[in-house]
């Protein structure tokens, strides 16, 4: 027997309407790339957001068509956000920081039909246009003159809205519609898409205001240092709008400490998340100019595994908790949040610190389970260490368009993260290790395969392996692991000048060390783990 309740669709637009009637004058703060400031209100937003719907509408695109955004964390982003997956077209974000050839698999792959693009991007849109055959046109993110976009079609995203109607009525349909789509290289092999849906996109929103996740309210300001192309922002602009919360978008500058902090104390910001690069470059910027957080009640530090002794500065010196967020792009993305159990509050400050370090507790929503070597569970005794799985509404079923079974989920439905961990009788579970291939630098991946693809083309290397190395500004950084032909020589300076023009430049690894031999396992594969192992302590050059 069904329930007796309405079968009412889960919609994205259905939040900005929301947000639109009852907090339609709580403010959206923008900081545009030249440095001005820029003030809108959900209210406007959602007429902006109307508008742009009906000109995307007139200029052809339809639902399920892919429209991509190459731009930063502002007010227009955010009504692409909406318009887009409003209309049922889906929101494709585009990460500018990779190296253009991954751009250009991941535009072809999409099949993106229109491009959204940040004036200063346009350089790079251009060079690019000839080997985008499925691009009908750009939208220049601008009220002012149109450049010249490499021969595509161009149009002003102001101009497009100019004219069309305050009102859309947005169309209604199975709340499983794809919403926005990311690419993650996260993994092997060449980057994947995650396609959310509106359903996943609701659902979570609603997950992560709960009190124990981020707990977003009304009453928060909240600035997310995360960028807008990078899992929709942790999912922010939609659980903003969904509980009325102000947002303050930091634009372009995103790793300044200084404009960080202005923006904190002048917004009244009360709830700040980014990956903890970013905080050590405003904890510096604190520590130099003696300032302090004023209203920053707490910080959600995830992306990468949060130092404790960032969350010590943080409590101690500034008043601000931070809370240990886990998760991933495949999981929209939030998988735990470190939140304190009631009783802890009993604990002494150091066994305080060590739980709040663990990467936090489960959200509803989101399963997990540990498995040893032979797929069997582990008991969660904050001991056993395994393969984390995840299993939820907002988690990936699968890739987009990869062709064959996904290999990361299992026939249960379970996603292998690829994180190894321990979880405790308490539920709180802790990142140990990872099995992915990947490092993670500042909050972006690098493909470790790729590097070391690149380095055995080099003539004098016989075997390479690259392993991400603690670092203490970016968290990891690649180190190539060499062995050397008999009777070559190479420098680390000739071997690492190789990878020029090769990758983006913030790919190119930190340093390189010369073994004899590399450890193998029985089947000839390099052993990660050990070289891992091996290189644990080791200080990079620029980290000494
Ligand atoms: P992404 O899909 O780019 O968001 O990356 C997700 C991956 O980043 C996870 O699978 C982890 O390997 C890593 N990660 C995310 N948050 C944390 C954290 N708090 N501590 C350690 N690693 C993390």
């Not at 902006?48 to 930063?72: E, F, I, N, S, Y």
């Not at 500018?96 to 993106?112: G, K, M, S, T, W």
Request: glycine share 12%.
């Amino acid at each position: 027997m069904y329930g007796l309740m309405m079968d009412r669709p889960l919609l994205i637009s259905d939040v900005l309407r929301f947000s639109r009637q009852n907090h339609g004058g709580v403010e959206l703060v923008s900081t545009m790339g030249d440095g001005s400031v820029h003030r809108t209100t959900y209210g406007q937003a959602y007429g902006r957001a109307c508008q742009l719907g009906g000109a995307l509408r007139g200029l052809g695109v339809k639902a399920g068509d892919r429209v991509a955004t190459l731009a930063w964390n502002d007010y227009r982003h955010f009504e692409i956000y909406f318009a887009v997956s409003g209309i049922g077209a889906i929101c494709h974000t585009l990460n500018p920081r990779l190296f253009p050839e991954q751009l250009i698999y991941i535009i072809n792959h999409a099949a993106d039909r229109w491009l959204c693009v940040d004036p200063m991007f346009v350089p790079l849109v251009a060079k690019l246009a000839p080997r985008l055959p499925t691009l009908e046109g750009v939208i220049v993110l601008t009220g002012g003159d149109l450049p010249e976009v490499g021969g595509l079609r161009t149009e002003g995203y102001e101009a497009l809205l100019e004219g069309q109607p305050e009102e859309l009525e947005w169309p209604e349909f199975d709340e499983r519609t794809a919403s926005s789509l990311c690419y993650t290289s996260g993994t092997t092999g060449n980057p994947k898409g995650v396609l959310y849906s509106h359903r996943s996109t609701v659902l979570h929103s609603f997950g992560i205001c709960l009190p124990d996740a981020a707990g977003i309210s009304m009453r928060d300001s909240v600035l997310p240092v995360v960028p807008m192309f990078h899992v929709n922002a942790w999912g922010m602009p939609y659980a903003c709008a969904m509980v009325g919360a102000k947002i303050v978008f930091p634009g372009p500058k995103m790793a300044d400490g200084e404009v960080l902090h202005r923006l904190i104390v002048s917004e009244g910001v009360t709830l700040a998340l980014g990956v903890p690069t970013i905080w050590l470059a405003l904890l510096q910027y604190l520590e130099t100019s003696g300032k302090d957080l004023g209203p920053l009640e707490r910080t959600i530090v995830g992306g990468a595994a949060c130092p404790p002794s960032m969350i010590r500065t943080f409590k101690e010196r500034y008043g601000v908790r931070t809370l240990h967020a886990w998760g991933m792009t495949e999981m929209s993305p939030i998988g735990t949040v470190n939140t304190p159990r009631p009783e802890y509050v009993n604990l002494s400050p150091a066994e305080k610190l060590e739980k709040a370090s663990k990467q936090g507790h489960g959200v509803f929503g989101v399963e997990m389970k540990i498995t040893g070597d032979d797929g069997k569970e582990l008991p969660w005794d904050g001991e056993a260490f395994g393969d984390l799985k995840v299993r939820g509404p907002w988690i990936c079923s699968d890739y987009y368009e990869v062709e064959g079974a996904s290999t990361s989920h299992d026939d249960d439905g379970w996603f292998a993260t690829g994180d190894v961990a321990t979880i405790d009788a308490d539920g709180y579970m802790q990142i140990v290790d990872r099995t992915k291939d990947v490092i993670k630098s500042g909050g972006e991946w690098i493909s470790s395969i790729e590097l070391e693809n690149i380095a055995v083309g080099y003539p004098a290397l016989a075997e390479a392996a690259v392993i991400g190395v603690r670092h203490s500004k970016w968290t990891e950084r690649p180190l190539l692991v060499v062995v050397l032909k008999e009777g070559v020589a190479a420098t680390r300076e000739e071997i690492l000048a190789y990878f020029g023009g090769k990758v983006a430049d913030w790919w190119v690894p930190d340093d390189v060390t010369f073994l004899d031999e590399l450890p193998h396992t029985a089947t000839g594969k390099v052993q990660k783990m050990e070289l891992r192992k091996t290189f644990a302590g080791y200080v990079l050059p620029d980290d000494r």
